[in-house]
């Protein structure tokens, strides 16, 4: 038997709502097997379904899921601009100019996977106008842009969720004091990225 299918080539080829399906089949889980985590990424990555995956050749599964670790284990910088469909979004240019509303809706949502295209409808609009390798995004609308975002590539939301771990990281360490307490608290929170073959990593 045949089976065709289309493997990702890198981390910006996985939408968001995929990535957020792989996070939440091993929430919680101690002992995944390489196999059961090689089979779930066909399965979501590659729309195979498992009674097919079954049947691959273990020397092509073995190629298959490699190069899925690959992309899993990319770790991209902030990428501030992205296109989905014939709209581009733009990474929000001027932290300071967050509004109390819109933080309060990337705090409630950043930090959960299951809602991670919410806090980037945050992080991310629609650019209306570029002037000299500058540009300015779309009014921040509440719910405007979450489906959408479940569309967007892994990376940008990766990119994003990295470049405010460390910067909050860099924010603790410049207060004094803070305690270690603090600092590995926020490290846990990254714990949410899977690496390769079954377990889980930081970012």
């Not at 929000?92 to 705090?107: A, H, N, R, S, Y």
């Not at 950043?110 to 991310?124: E, F, G, P, R, T």
Request: charged share 25%; with cysteine; hydrophobic share 40%.
């Amino acid at each position: 038997m045949k089976v065709e299918l289309t493997v990702p080539t890198s981390l910006s080829d996985i939408p968001l709502h995929q990535y957020q399906k792989f996070i939440k089949t091993f929430e919680g889980e101690e002992n995944v097997t390489d196999e059961y985590a090689g089979l779930k990424m066909l399965e979501l990555f590659c729309g195979l379904k498992i009674d097919d995956a079954l049947k691959v050749k273990m020397s092509d599964m073995n190629i298959i899921v490699s190069k899925l670790n690959e992309c899993l284990s990319e770790k991209p910088e902030l990428i501030t601009r992205f296109k989905l469909g014939n709209t581009e979004f733009g990474f929000i240019p001027q932290l300071d100019d967050m509004t109390f509303g819109m933080f309060v809706d990337l705090e409630n949502s950043i930090s959960d996977w299951d809602s991670m295209h919410k806090a980037m409808a945050v992080l991310y609009r629609p650019v209306t106008q570029r002037i000299k390798g500058q540009y300015e995004i779309e009014d921040y609308r509440g719910d405007s842009w979450h489906e959408a975002m479940l569309n967007m590539p892994a990376s940008v939301a990766i990119s994003a969720i990295s470049f405010f771990f460390h910067l909050e990281s860099d924010l603790l360490k410049a207060t004094l004091p803070y305690s270690k307490t603090q600092e590995e608290a926020l490290q846990d929170e990254m714990q949410t990225l899977p690496s390769s073959g079954g377990g889980i990593t930081a970012l």
